[in-house]
């Protein structure tokens, strides 16, 4: 079992910055990505951006060039960074791990991000 603890949403206003948090705990050895979805009210659940355990980065169209996710190891630690945030920001994001031994995912409780206008 993995757990993944989120950390870091609230509110900002548009332009604005935030840093999300997701420490991960329990078996972690063959955890081979984390990332970054999010939800908005009505819609569903989308990719934000990924981390591969070769530091390879995947981000949604709608996020490059404004968030960047990174990873502490010594931490078992992934970061987004956003910056220049839009009210379509808007969402509750979760941070996800991928066991690529287990095929599973693993799921945290969620941290809401609201971007005003």
């Known amino acids: 079992q993995v757990q993944l603890v989120e950390s870091g949403g609230g509110l900002v206003q548009a332009g604005g910055s935030l840093r999300l948090s997701c420490a991960a705990s329990g078996r972690l050895f063959s955890i081979n990505r984390m990332g970054w979805y999010r939800q908005a009210p009505g819609k569903q659940r989308e990719l934000v951006a990924r981390?591969?355990?070769?530091?390879?980065?995947t981000y949604a169209d709608s996020v490059k060039g404004r968030f960047t996710i990174s990873r502490d190891n010594a931490k078992n630690t992934v970061y987004l960074q956003m910056n220049s945030l839009k009210p379509e920001d808007t969402a509750v994001y979760y941070c996800?791990?991928?066991?690529?031994?287990?095929?599973?995912?693993?799921w945290g409780q969620g941290t809401q991000v609201t971007v005003s206008s």
């Open positions: 996800n791990a991928g066991d690529r031994l287990l095929h599973v995912d693993y």
């Open positions: 981390i591969t355990s070769g530091d390879t980065t």
